[in-house]
């Protein structure tokens, strides 16, 4: 008994070790650890179907919401555009895509951050005085064949329009604001354009450069400007007597239509059924007694056809009382004021009347409300162009904001 039971040991034993030796020498190795599957780039789509077509990032089909994929401001994805409905108040960055998202302006605050407007009241930054990385264009206008092409010996009335960077005529789906900007006595369509305004020997001042910076800082929505020859379309070498009458007429029947019919504005048409339906986005700019100009032949005879109204040094009672008078009409209530501002420069003459007047209008008209529709803002400085630039700048960060 005692052999059998040595022998079946050494049986075992050997068994044993013809085991390990299959094995290499080694213990068994453990099972290897399962990989985790990688996690997916974007929400994966749960459903069948094929998407044919969003609408505001969800599917007409099977109602699936598209989780976005931005890329300048537009979704990979589903095409969709993001409004950008908060941003940053410092950087302006949007929160959702993370795109540059100027301030949008309503009630006199932003709609994104909450933010008031920057107004500006002393001299602008250095970078507005110098061309910007991104530059419009102008072109030079004569509506004098438009208006009667055989009258050879009829005064030019020329215009300078100043086109945004990136203004492209054969897109008919971009539309874009206009300002109709009138100078002052003794100016031309040049001074609110391309000439270079060096008062006392500081910086020059030059309109076209701040409309440059503006849009390429992304501060306003692109807007196309059309600085006109007033005296070409008053008729007469001055301000005065019959000329706001006749311009007038000219912005009703000849400016208008023809900015309307040769670039690409939110007027369908050139008629002034079409205009008045588009006035959210027509205004007007006019310094000194272009100012005068803008809220007698705009504000006060084609308030139909202009929403928005910029008025620098310059108001007097008269035009005040024809302003007040026209906000009074029956119709006047259908028709919103977008914006009203005025301002002028801390020591020049005109502050006082202009300060003054802009508040015999704002508390005449309840469709006139300060820090809402409406601003006054006086900026360090004079009776000068250097003072104009400033509050061109201001009026065009309000301008065109109040509508829906």
């Given at each position: 008994?005692?052999?059998?039971g040595?022998?079946?040991?050494?049986?075992?034993?050997a068994?044993?070790?013809?085991?390990?030796?299959?094995?290499g020498?080694?213990a068994?190795?453990?099972a290897?650890a399962?990989?985790?599957?990688?996690?997916?780039e974007?929400?994966?789509?749960p459903?069948p179907?094929?998407?044919?077509?969003y609408?505001?990032?969800v599917?007409?089909?099977c109602?699936?919401?598209c989780?976005?994929?931005?890329a300048?401001?537009?979704?990979?994805?589903?095409?969709?555009?993001?409004?950008?409905?908060?941003?940053?108040?410092r950087?302006?960055l949007?929160?959702?895509?993370g795109?540059?998202?100027a301030?949008?302006?309503?009630?006199?605050?932003?709609?994104r951050?909450g933010?008031?407007p920057?107004?500006c009241?002393g001299t602008?930054?250095?970078?507005?005085?110098?061309?910007?990385?991104?530059?419009?264009?102008i072109?030079?206008?004569?509506?004098r064949?438009?208006?009667?092409?055989?009258?050879?010996k009829a005064?030019?009335k020329?215009?300078?329009?100043y086109?945004?960077?990136?203004?492209?005529?054969?897109?008919?789906?971009r539309r874009?604001?206009v300002v109709i900007?009138?100078?002052?006595?003794?100016?031309?369509e040049?001074?609110?354009m391309d000439?270079v305004?060096?008062p006392?020997?500081?910086?020059?001042?030059?309109?076209?450069?701040?409309?440059?910076?503006?849009l390429?800082?992304?501060?306003?929505?692109?807007f196309?400007?059309?600085?006109v020859n007033?005296y070409?379309?008053?008729?007469?070498?001055?301000f005065?007597?019959?000329?706001?009458?006749?311009?007038a007429?000219?912005?009703?029947?000849?400016?208008?239509?023809?900015?309307a019919?040769?670039y690409?504005?939110?007027?369908a048409?050139?008629?002034?059924?079409?205009?008045?339906?588009?006035?959210?986005?027509?205004?007007?700019?006019?310094?000194?007694?272009?100012?005068?100009?803008?809220?007698?032949?705009?504000?006060a005879?084609?308030?139909?056809l202009?929403?928005?109204y910029?008025c620098?040094?310059?108001n007097?009672?008269e035009?005040?009382?024809?302003?007040?008078?026209?906000?009074?009409?029956?119709?006047?209530?259908?028709l919103?004021?977008?914006c009203?501002?005025?301002?002028?420069?801390?020591?020049d003459?005109?502050?006082?009347?202009?300060?003054?007047?802009?508040?015999?209008?704002a508390d005449a008209?309840?469709?006139i409300v300060?820090?809402?529709?409406?601003f006054?803002?006086?900026?360090?400085?004079t009776?000068?162009?250097?003072?104009w630039g400033?509050?061109?700048?201001?009026?065009?960060?309000?301008?065109?904001?109040n509508w829906?």
């Amino acid at each position: 008994m005692k052999a059998r039971g040595k022998r079946a040991a050494a049986a075992l034993l050997a068994l044993a070790l013809l085991c390990l030796c299959a094995c290499g020498g080694n213990a068994p190795e453990a099972a290897p650890a399962e990989t985790p599957a990688p996690e997916p780039e974007s929400t994966p789509d749960p459903t069948p179907c094929a998407h044919p077509r969003y609408v505001d990032g969800v599917c007409t089909v099977c109602g699936y919401a598209c989780p976005h994929d931005w890329a300048g401001g537009v979704c990979k994805l589903c095409g969709n555009v993001c409004p950008h409905p908060e941003h940053d108040e410092r950087t302006h960055l949007c929160a959702c895509c993370g795109e540059y998202a100027a301030h949008r302006y309503r009630d006199g605050r932003c709609l994104r951050c909450g933010a008031v407007p920057p107004f500006c009241t002393g001299t602008l930054p250095e970078a507005y005085f110098a061309p910007s990385p991104e530059q419009g264009s102008i072109e030079t206008i004569d509506f004098r064949s438009a208006e009667d092409p055989a009258d050879k010996k009829a005064r030019k009335k020329a215009a300078l329009v100043y086109l945004p960077c990136g203004y492209d005529a054969a897109d008919g789906e971009r539309r874009y604001n206009v300002v109709i900007a009138l100078h002052g006595a003794g100016g031309d369509e040049h001074g609110m354009m391309d000439k270079v305004h060096i008062p006392n020997g500081g910086d020059g001042t030059c309109f076209r450069l701040i409309y440059d910076r503006m849009l390429y800082e992304k501060l306003c929505e692109p807007f196309i400007l059309v600085s006109v020859n007033v005296y070409s379309l008053v008729e007469e070498n001055s301000f005065t007597g019959y000329g706001e009458k006749n311009l007038a007429g000219r912005l009703r029947t000849l400016i208008l239509p023809y900015v309307a019919g040769h670039y690409n504005t939110y007027a369908a048409d050139p008629s002034e059924e079409a205009i008045r339906a588009a006035r959210a986005h027509f205004g007007l700019i006019g310094l000194s007694n272009g100012a005068l100009y803008a809220l007698s032949a705009g504000f006060a005879d084609n308030f139909e056809l202009f929403g928005n109204y910029a008025c620098f040094s310059g108001n007097y009672p008269e035009t005040a009382e024809a302003v007040i008078a026209r906000l009074g009409a029956p119709d006047a209530a259908e028709l919103p004021v977008y914006c009203f501002i005025t301002g002028a420069g801390t020591t020049d003459f005109q502050r006082e009347n202009t300060e003054k007047r802009f508040d015999l209008i704002a508390d005449a008209c309840g469709g006139i409300v300060r820090g809402e529709n409406a601003f006054h803002v006086d900026v360090e400085g004079t009776h000068n162009w250097k003072t104009w630039g400033t509050e061109s700048y201001n009026a065009l960060l309000v301008m065109f904001q109040n509508w829906n």
